[in-house]
């Protein structure tokens, strides 16, 4: 294993691998069964050693595996090859893999139909949708209050100018320093959103492209590489914060796009003339069903599910004039 499987292999053992380190250890870990071995070696040490404090001298350490990998002349016992790979893990991953990654992690997560408001160490409030997992290392102490999303959470960040607040996401990160503002960041899409709600939020590509937004801004990043913006009504798309969800004369392509971003599933319109139809309406902590059967029967419009995907069909409207 070269340094980089090393480093790679502590960032998995941590949970700290960004999307395409873990493509990579994926790669690597299905190359073959002695990949595959190794890491499980690995995994058991670490977990065996979280509650256990260990010192160890290095230089011994390194002495002894070197021994015990020089080119063979005969076959050690298992105990002793083992025991050889414990001691490796410790050299190789080295004092970063053992102290840095070592910090407790906090992790936050929610289940199905769960939407979950927590306060963070630092005073922020964060409220995350379904199926989404937020973590952060050592209580938000440090230079930089540092964490890392993955799904969809509003954040209302309290203002520390001399500690930043960074999101890393699947594909880029987030920084602000003081405002409210809403993430959409699933590591099984090829899109990303930040959506502000109040103050003003930097959002930055892997690729070290990046949009600078203020209230009633949108950003949308998509796998293809682009980086767009819009305006939009922010209060009206965090809704899902208080359980609600709103329209306000909205064209049916973004009534379609609120219900799917709120219930996380897939909806296409059949025609683009569904598109030109407006909605008016509220629901108050509503269910999948109730939206759909309340928008089709004031539009006129069927619906129908074709995989995982809800098919919206109907006559539609003219457009606006």
């Known amino acids: 294993m070269d340094s980089n499987i090393y480093n790679l ?18 790669a690597w870990v299905s190359l073959n069964n002695t990949n595959r071995e190794t890491y499980n070696e690995f995994e058991k040490l670490w977990h065996n050693t979280t509650e256990t404090a260990i010192e160890i001298d290095v230089d011994k350490a390194w002495q002894k595996v070197s021994e015990r990998t020089a080119p063979k002349t005969f076959k ?12 490796a893990v410790f050299v190789m991953l080295g004092f970063w893999a053992i102290t840095t990654l070592r910090i407790p992690t906090t992790l936050i997560q929610t289940a199905s139909n769960e939407l979950k408001q927590v306060e963070l160490p630092d005073g922020s409030k964060v409220w995350l949708h379904e199926y989404a997992k937020l973590s952060f290392k050592n209580n938000l102490k440090g230079d930089k209050r540092e964490l890392t999303l993955e799904g969809l959470a509003f954040f209302e960040v309290k203002r520390d100018t001399e500690h930043p607040f960074i999101i ?13 503002f809403e993430v959409s960041a699933y590591k099984n899409e090829p899109f990303e959103r930040v959506t502000v709600r109040s103050g003003k939020v930097k959002f930055k590509q892997q690729s070290g492209n990046f949009v600078v937004l203020t209230a009633n801004q949108q950003a949308i990043y998509n796998n293809t590489g682009a980086l ?7 209060e009206s798309l965090v809704s899902w914060i208080k359980g609600e969800l709103e329209f306000e004369d909205d064209k049916m392509d973004k009534v379609v796009e609120k219900i799917a971003r709120y219930f996380h599933v897939k909806i296409k319109l059949e025609n683009t003339e569904i598109a030109n139809c407006h909605f008016t309406g509220s629901f108050k902590k509503p269910s999948l069903k109730e939206v759909l059967e309340v928008v089709c029967k004031t539009l006129s419009l069927e619906q129908s599910k074709q995989g995982e995907t809800i098919i919206i069909k109907g006559k539609g409207c003219e457009p606006s004039k």
Do not use: W
Not at 228 to 234: C, E, H, K, N, P
């Open 228 to 234: 767009d913006s819009a305006t939009v009504q922010a």
């Open 168 to 180: 890393s996401t699947p594909h880029g990160e987030v920084e602000v320093l003081g405002t409210s």
């Open 76 to 87: 050690l016992p298992t105990h002793f090859m083992r025991y050889a790979a414990a001691i």
């Open 9 to 26: 292999v502590a960032k998995k053992l941590a949970n700290q691998c960004n999307a395409d380190e873990e493509l990579e250890f994926e």
